[in-house]
């Protein structure tokens, strides 16, 4: 290894990188712990009156040369960390550009990639969306008159998700249709999706529809109320909206298809009879 004077003056130049500087400013620190000890042994060997004038005077000597030496390696030091402080400088500034540049190419290539397939993605999309619509419509179109003994078709999306009737999870939260998401226009305001109100079939889960309709019909008065040991409340789904329940029982308006999601879920679904239903 080169002698650490020799190391200290290339930690000076250009081409010398923080961590062999900070490596040198250590090594420079233990040899001033060792020539501070070494000078201190030379004042105690100067003091001792048991030994002669000329080794006292020869001690001394060494002690002064020793305390310079540390002097200059004190000020080599701080030289060298103040070269330190401004390569780190230095490095940061470079790590800071580079990233400026790599997030501003990065951002050119997806900005890119994004002209060039957002639209398409969109489009179809909307094309998928626009089957769904449609076989929602002829789902309950068909299975309004299917044949004796048939089974009723589940629609396309609840079949493919795999949530139950009346748009709930099996753990009767709220299911968001595909068919209400919203679609902006790629290179101008407004929307692709949803179309215009007009245009729109009827919808398996429309609000405003007859599907929609015939079902508020089949409600009932119930009460429920919970069996299972979970912490917290649970989301019930009623004919009238969402009621996060407890542990205590709640009289609300079920669909058909919303007792049998509540008796799934362990609940116990207990009809009120029509006099009490019109009195609560």
Known sequence: ???????????????ATATDMQAVIAEIGTEVERLTAAADQAR??????????ADADQARSDEHGLRFAIERWISRKEALASRLAERTQSDAAQALRKQYEDTAAETEVLAADLKER????????????????RNDARVYQVNQSKPGGAAS?????????GFIGAGQWPNLNHVSRL???????????????????AKRPMQFFDVFGEAERT??????KYVVQRTDN???????FHADGVFQLGYQAHHCWLLPQQV?????????????DAREAADA
């Not at 079902?215 to 009932?220: D, F, H, L, Y």
């Not at 979970?230 to 019930?236: A, E, K, N, P």
């Open 1 to 15: 290894m080169k002698p650490l004077e020799e190391r200290f003056h290339s930690m000076m130049k250009p081409r």
């Open 44 to 53: 105690a060997t100067s003091l001792d009156g048991s030994i002669s004038d």
């Open 118 to 133: 957002i639209p398409e993605i969109f489009a179809e999309l909307i094309s998928l969306l626009e089957r769904v619509r």
């Open 153 to 161: 078709i589940t629609p396309a999306e609840q079949h493919a998700r």
């Open 179 to 197: 068919t209400d998401i919203r679609i902006p226009r790629f290179d101008g305001d407004g929307f692709l999706w949803p179309q215009p109100e």
């Open 215 to 220: 079902k508020q019909a089949t409600k009932a």
């Open 230 to 236: 979970r912490q917290g409340t649970v989301s019930l």
């Open 260 to 272: 049998e999601a509540c008796r799934a879920a362990k609940m116990t679904v207990t009809p009120i």
